[in-house]
């Protein structure tokens, strides 16, 4: 899902730019991703469910079939540069 500015998105191999609040749906399986673009950037982001527990196991942030509290970090958003 583009939140926000443009982005692209892949699934199965066909890619697409999008915009803001357009929403990829990806298959079971299906090999996907997504990133920003243009020079404003855009925010990209990737739900998933039911959740990827194998994933999840080969974190720290599951030990003894229970999850953990990870340390949590505020990021920094920069603008880019304009040209």
């Known amino acids: 899902m583009t939140l926000a ?10 890619r697409v ?3 803001t609040l357009d929403v990829a ?5 299906a090999r996907h991703g997504g990133g920003s673009r243009g020079d404003e950037g855009g925010f990209v982001v990737g739900f998933c469910a ?10 720290a942030y599951l030990k003894d079939g229970k ?7 505020k990021l920094e ?7």
Do not use: C, H
């Open 5 to 14: 500015g443009q982005g692209w998105m892949y699934i199965d191999g066909k």
């Open 77 to 83: 958003l920069k603008k880019p540069d304009s040209k």
């Open 50 to 59: 039911p959740p990827e527990i194998d994933l999840y196991m080969k974190t």
């Open 67 to 73: 999850f953990t509290r990870p340390k949590f970090t």
């Open 17 to 19: 730019n999008t915009d």
């Open 25 to 29: 749906m990806a298959t079971v399986l």
